[in-house]
């Protein structure tokens, strides 16, 4: 097989930016998805709907002539965030979920979550009208070793937060562990994942042996190659509580290239040639459909793209640059460590 046309893929996790980073990277994500989940941590962060109205003002402002990119804007969950503004974006339709970020677990997390009792009434009247809670399952105790958060974060504070609050409606972002895809699994229909083309690639080796490469870290940091191999398996499986959410977190090369370096990895321009080639490898290339382009829309409550796009696989190896150039300097792409062949057909 050498065509594969599948309706347009959503991207449940995006982090597109301000400014003039955000009118550098829109156009990758937008030449492929038809709608993406945008994430809120700005500096300042997208706390109230007023903030997620001007957001989406300068996200539609920054698109090429003529795109049809939906962003599906969310707000940044905070002690201090009030019921009645939420679910009244969420039945207006300017917001599709919120982000919860326990406080310092990553990029631009400090004005996130440190007493989760100063929530409850916010994650009730959530649970009450259907509106998805993001979260980033990760502790922040620095007791916790980073390799464990997550999986401690399940049983610490999701857990009992989903016990407290039932039918809040949740999506475990960026899963990483065996820990986080069994949860999900047994969680019946009110939670799901996304998971990100890079957990697909990377190991924790990639990020560490011979030599630390800051290109492969992110957060939640990738984990032992058995988790590796458990995303794999979840995301090339077709089941539903599995979607796509790249993740794509742009940071130019001299944050990241640092002696304390940002979280993130900028996988947009390259997210569908990498997934192709990881479903064509695992003999699963009819399943990528519902990873990138059904399952999303389902949990969302939102139909799946009417348009559909094509990917074609070429007979040598496509040329990607290495670099997105932006005003505030280069960011690196993302390297899966394979030739690509599977090229998205723009007309
Ligand atoms: C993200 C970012 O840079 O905003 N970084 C990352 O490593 N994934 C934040 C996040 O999603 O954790
Ligand atoms: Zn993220």
């Not at 094509?310 to 670099?323: A, C, H, S």
Request: glycine share 6%; hydrophobic share 40%.
């Amino acid at each position: 097989m050498n065509r594969l046309t599948i309706p347009r893929p959503d991207d449940w996790h995006l982090h597109l930016r301000d400014g003039d980073m955000l009118a550098s990277v829109v156009v990758d994500t937008a030449a492929h998805f038809g709608r993406a989940i945008i994430m809120p941590n700005l500096v300042p962060p997208v706390i109230t709907s007023v903030d997620a109205l001007a957001y989406r003002s300068r996200i539609l402002a920054a698109l090429p002539a003529g795109s049809e990119f939906q962003p599906l804007m969310t707000l940044y969950l905070t002690e201090t965030t009030v019921p009645d503004d939420v679910v009244a974006a969420a039945a207006s339709g300017l917001i599709s979920a919120v982000k919860l970020y326990p406080a310092g677990a990553t990029t631009n997390s400090d004005s996130g979550v440190r007493d989760f009792d100063k929530v409850t009434p916010v994650l009730e009247a959530m649970a009450e009208n259907g509106v998805p809670l993001c979260v980033h399952g990760e502790v922040t105790d620095p007791d916790i070793d980073i390799f464990d958060r997550e999986a401690v974060f399940l049983e610490k504070v999701l857990d009992p937060l989903r016990q407290r609050i039932r039918g809040l409606r949740v999506v475990l972002e960026h899963v990483t562990t065996c820990d986080g895809l069994d949860y999900v699994r047994q969680g019946g229909d009110d939670i799901a994942a996304t998971i990100t083309t890079h957990h697909l690639f990377i190991n924790r080796n990639h990020i560490l042996a011979g030599g630390i490469r800051p290109h492969n870290f992110c957060l939640p940091v990738a984990k032992r190659e058995v988790h590796r191999l458990a995303l794999v398996a979840a995301a090339t499986s077709d089941e539903a509580a599995f979607f796509l959410g790249t993740d794509s977190a742009p940071h130019v090369d001299a944050a990241k290239q640092s002696g304390c370096g940002c979280a993130g990895i900028y996988t947009a321009p390259n997210t569908m040639s990498c997934l192709a080639a990881l479903f064509e490898g695992e003999g699963a290339l009819d399943k990528l459909e519902g990873f990138v382009s059904r399952h999303g829309p389902a949990f969302y409550r939102l139909p799946v793209n009417a348009e559909t796009i094509t990917l074609i696989k070429r007979d040598t190896p496509i040329e990607f640059p290495d670099k997105c150039e932006t005003p505030d300097g280069p960011v690196t792409i993302f390297d899966c460590g394979q030739p690509l062949y599977w090229e998205v057909e723009t007309s």
